[in-house]
């Protein structure tokens, strides 16, 4: 069934079988089922041209780069945190200097709340990006929509409840999913150019338009990059998820957010082929390094958007702003760790730890719980 | 009191007059130090053995400011370079957590430690004169404070020793420069190959060297130092983009001497006027502490520069080795908390951003420090308990 939507786009829609395939969600493990595709158009580049985005929040890649990642990463939250606060016109006072000292005790990784929107409730949308159009989820990712649904619930998501004002079981379950068929390569090795962020607006540009979900804080759409494929944060090409270009290589995905004149502001993360060094997590995970690999990277950002959704424009919300050691992390930033069991000549794994709803099992890096000082599974 | 140039191969240290006739009790109730300086001539030959020491990498405090972060950065680089696989970290099986991991908590990585030493301050005297008090407060006084405390004993349990006052204040020395040593006046800053020559200049005169003796150089205000000769890793809070550091400590083994620990105290009280401008931002703790903050931001550094010399002296001691944002810290890197006044509602104006202190009892007298990260209890502290 075909279904003309206008003379900016064409859409195919397969309502019964998106139907269908929502109402057996439940299976967590469920096979390929079908979505809507779509086609980026002229309209949907002009509307990013005509959108404020900012610079959104990466997760730097560990190896050699890493470093010069978070020097990149705390430079702009230097300069966010300065236009925020040049441009408000008001005092704005990070802590309690100038009325008093230091607490005795005082937690090094405490997130800060510095006044921008969160996430309490929201629907997940995943957008796979197909070479060719061609590259089965399951194969080329894992379930990433199947990892989403237990996240949501389980009592990992709970964590979140302290950041957010609320513990609602099950507010952020999973929508509606959207191919985007690209002609490959986008890479560095092959001479062609990577996407940039601009492409993947887009790309959510076009689905969110597609998909006709309310905007807002209320949806949040996950772009699914293929292994092979390459991204850049900056026009220049010079910070990239780029295993096949070291000296580019500095992050694994990222957030952000973007408002559009016609549709508003509209919530997306980015997760790259996390499968590769820099990204991956280690050996020995239940569902092996894909699926595990995307999925703690997935969860990492999912944490992020829900408490810190505007970063990318300057209007963060739970951010670490005291420790100047760390500052502009995050709360899944706080709690990656790095594990060298080749040696420090390659690069480590990523550190995690499992959950489970039912009989299924999750292994994902944990994330900054405030309340109990420290990383968690649980909240 | 010969007062000697400062010349490319040659070192001179200058005698100070001791404080013989009674110390006098500065503002703040720091007492002026009471102290007889070593007298040590420096020759060619402490260049050239800095020259052929072998050195461990220098562990820098970051500038508080963004141009601090290409200091703290380079932290990942030099662990890959200086361990091996067989290093507990790599073998760290904390990377599969049992539900709760406290991000600050450091790893003993099985090298050496300082459960007790001598602390020896050397103060740099810009031709020949720089009067303790007015140039840096009372370091030494500071010093015997901090050996005497509570707040040391939170290094006990890294260290594996709880006795009381364990690093007491040693022998102080001075020597003259010939000043200005800095980049806004056309000069070339200091290196830490002229922090090494002094240093083996006091040590091979006095004898103390090992892990029983620290050694703080201090710096005055106007002189820069460098880690090395390309000048683009200093502290310069005259030149912005060199600008990454307020001070670092590190160890050298010099051939004729041995195992040398020492310490680099550039001025601490220094800001720039807004974040808002191209210039980085300050290593000086906010104001209104007990000791002024010329005072309080030198002892500031003078702590957690001791406490990270102690729990890690060459590099191979008690560091962060799992977490990625903390990775290779030291547990007085972790706990760098700054303040960031934006704009002051009486003024309108933007205040400096600096470190954000505690205001605590340091044996018998009060100082505004920065804590210290407590394994035992997984956050930063002032010690086990407040005095």
């Not at chain 2, 370079?81 to 957590?97: E, I």
């Amino acid at each position: 069934m075909k279904v003309f939507l206008g003379s900016n786009r064409r859409v195919e829609l397969m309502a019964l079988l998106v139907g269908l395939s929502q109402a057996i969600g439940v299976n967590a493990q469920a096979p390929d089922a079908t979505g809507i595709s779509v086609q980026v158009t002229a309209a949907d580049r002009a509307a990013v041209s005509n959108s404020t985005a900012g610079r959104p929040h990466y997760l730097s890649a560990k190896g050699s780069n890493e470093f010069r990642a978070r020097q990149d990463q705390i430079l702009h939250a230097w300069q966010d945190f300065s236009n925020a606060a040049s441009n408000s016109g008001a005092s704005r006072t990070v802590s309690s200097a100038s009325q008093g000292s230091l607490p005795h005790v005082t937690y090094p990784s405490d997130l800060v709340y510095t006044g921008g929107p969160t996430v309490d409730h929201a629907h997940h949308h995943a957008i796979y990006m197909l070479p060719n159009g061609v590259c089965p989820v399951q194969t080329c990712w894992g379930n990433p929509e199947g990892f989403l649904r237990d996240l949501s619930q389980s009592d990992f998501i709970h964590v979140t409840d302290q950041y957010v004002g609320t513990s609602d079981d099950d507010r952020y379950p999973v929508g509606k999913r959207a191919f985007v068929s690209f002609t490959p390569p986008r890479n560095f090795s092959k001479g062609s150019t990577p996407f940039t962020d601009a492409d993947i607006q887009a790309v959510v540009h076009a689905v969110a338009s597609a998909l006709g979900e309310s905007g807002g804080y209320g949806q949040i759409y996950h772009v699914f990059l293929p292994q092979g494929t390459d991204e850049c944060m900056n026009a220049g090409l010079t910070v990239c998820y780029s295993p096949d270009n070291g000296p580019t290589f500095f992050f694994c995905a990222y957030h952000g957010s973007a408002n559009f004149p016609d549709i508003g502001h509209v919530l997306y993360t980015v997760e790259l082929y996390e499968d590769v060094g820099g990204c991956d997590v280690a050996p020995g995970t239940p569902n092996g390094q894909l699926v595990d690999s995307t999925n703690s990277v997935l969860s990492h950002e999912t944490f992020e958007t829900i408490t810190d959704p505007d970063v990318a424009q300057g209007a963060t919300a739970w951010i670490q702003f005291l420790n100047w050691q760390i500052f502009g992390s995050e709360i899944g930033d706080e709690c990656q760790t790095v594990y060298f069991p080749n040696g420090f000549g390659a690069p480590p794994f990523g550190g995690t730890d499992t959950f489970s709803v039912e009989d299924r099992t999750y292994a994902v890096q944990t994330e900054y719980n405030n309340a109990r000082h420290s990383c968690t599974i649980q909240p | 009191m010969k007062i000697l140039k400062l010349r490319k191969s040659v070192l001179r240290v200058l005698v100070l007059d001791a404080c013989v006739a009674g110390c006098t009790l500065l503002p703040g109730g720091v007492q002026a130090a009471s102290h007889t300086p070593l007298s040590v001539t420096v020759t060619a030959a402490d260049q050239k053995a800095a020259e052929g020491a072998s050195a461990t990498p220098i562990r820098l405090l970051a500038v508080k400011g963004p141009n601090g972060v290409a200091a703290q950065t380079t932290r990942f680089p030099a662990a890959v370079q200086n361990r091996s696989a067989g290093d507990a970290a790599s073998s760290d099986p904390s990377f599969v957590q049992s539900g709760v991991r406290y991000t600050g908590d450091v790893t003993y990585l099985g090298g050496a430690v300082i459960a007790g030493a001598q602390q020896h301050v050397i103060y740099l005297l810009p031709n020949g004169s720089c009067p303790i008090a007015t140039c840096w407060g009372d370091p030494e006084g500071f010093l015997a404070d901090l050996s005497k405390s509570r707040f040391v004993h939170l290094a006990d349990q890294y260290v594996g020793a709880s006795g009381p006052d364990r690093y007491p204040v040693g022998q102080s020395s001075s020597l003259s420069f010939a000043a200005p040593r800095n980049f806004s006046s056309g000069s070339t800053p200091l290196t830490d190959a002229d922090m090494q020559a002094a240093v083996h200049a006091v040590a091979k005169a006095s004898g103390q060297t090992g892990y029983g003796h620290i050694y703080h150089v201090l710096l005055p205000q106007g002189a820069d130092v460098c880690t090395d000769t390309t000048y683009s890793n200093c502290y310069a809070p005259d030149s912005g983009a060199q600008w990454l550091f307020c001070g670092y400590h590190g160890s050298v083994d010099f051939t004729d001497i041995g195992h040398v620990v020492y310490a680099v105290e550039p001025y601490q009280d220094v800001s720039t006027p807004t974040v808002f401008t191209a210039k980085p931002g300050t290593c000086a703790v906010q104001p209104n502490t007990p000791n002024g903050t010329l005072v309080d931001s030198t002892d500031n550094l003078l702590s957690r520069l001791t406490f990270g010399t102690i729990t890690d002296p060459d590099g191979s001691g008690w560091v962060n080795a799992t977490d990625l944002v903390f990775f290779n810290t030291e547990i007085s890197d972790e706990c760098t908390f700054a303040d960031a006044v934006l704009q002051n509602p009486a003024t309108g104006n933007f205040e400096d951003v600096f470190f954000f202190v505690d205001v605590f009892r340091v044996a018998s007298h009060r100082y505004g420090l920065l804590p210290i990260y407590d394994n035992a209890h997984h956050a930063c502290t002032i010690g086990p308990s407040a005095e």
